[in-house]
């Protein structure tokens, strides 16, 4: 029996597929138990380890309300005058040991903060979007990693930066596993 040769429309579905899928992310986040949402949060600051000027502020800028989305409401800022962000290469572990103890200090019992590692259009004539970055919490009280998560993802020439970089955030965040107490059980 003579199989059906597949139709120009299957082929070019097949081709929408696979260009569908070129623009990819790649996401991992590690197993833990469930964060108190209602508990208090503290914002960190996100290091910037890219060649682009004020990369890290950019993604705190787009993480913070998706985490407020995620049900995360207390979520306190670091201090502005501890972000050392500039062109110059600041000393990004003391900047996040100081905002860490900040955190400490004001008796919050989470925080989040990371590292963006790419934040760019590609070079070429498309010049593709593409972003990285990890995040991590830290349960203050213990001083221990309790959640971690790492992602990369590029998008299509005329996508915007920002757009590739919330996708990618929003799917780590995603990964963050939140419950509905308040974390005074835990205290």
């Not at 790649?26 to 890219?50: E, G």
Request: aromatic share 4%.
């Amino acid at each position: 029996m003579q199989r059906p040769v597949p139709s120009l429309i299957g082929r070019l579905a097949a081709l929408c597929l696979l260009l569908a899928l070129s623009a990819c992310a790649v996401v991992d986040v590690s197993k833990s138990a469930p964060l108190p949402a209602k508990a208090q949060w503290a914002m960190l600051p996100i290091v910037n380890h890219t060649e682009t000027p004020l990369a890290g502020l950019r993604a705190e800028s787009i993480l913070q309300p998706l985490l407020h989305q995620r049900g995360i409401a207390d979520l306190r800022p670091y201090p502005s005058s501890l972000s050392k962000e500039t062109m110059l290469a600041p000393d990004e572990r003391a900047t996040l040991d100081a905002a860490r103890n900040w955190a400490k200090e004001e008796g919050l019992r989470y925080a989040i903060g990371g590292s963006v590692d790419e934040w760019r259009y590609k070079v070429g004539v498309d010049g593709e979007p593409a972003v990285g970055l990890s995040l991590t919490v830290w349960d203050l009280q213990t001083g221990q990693v309790v959640w971690s998560g790492v992602g990369g993802k590029s998008g299509f020439s005329r996508e915007s930066l920002a757009a590739v970089a919330q996708k990618l955030m929003r799917d780590i965040v995603n990964g963050l596993p939140l419950s509905e107490n308040t974390g005074a059980e835990t205290r």
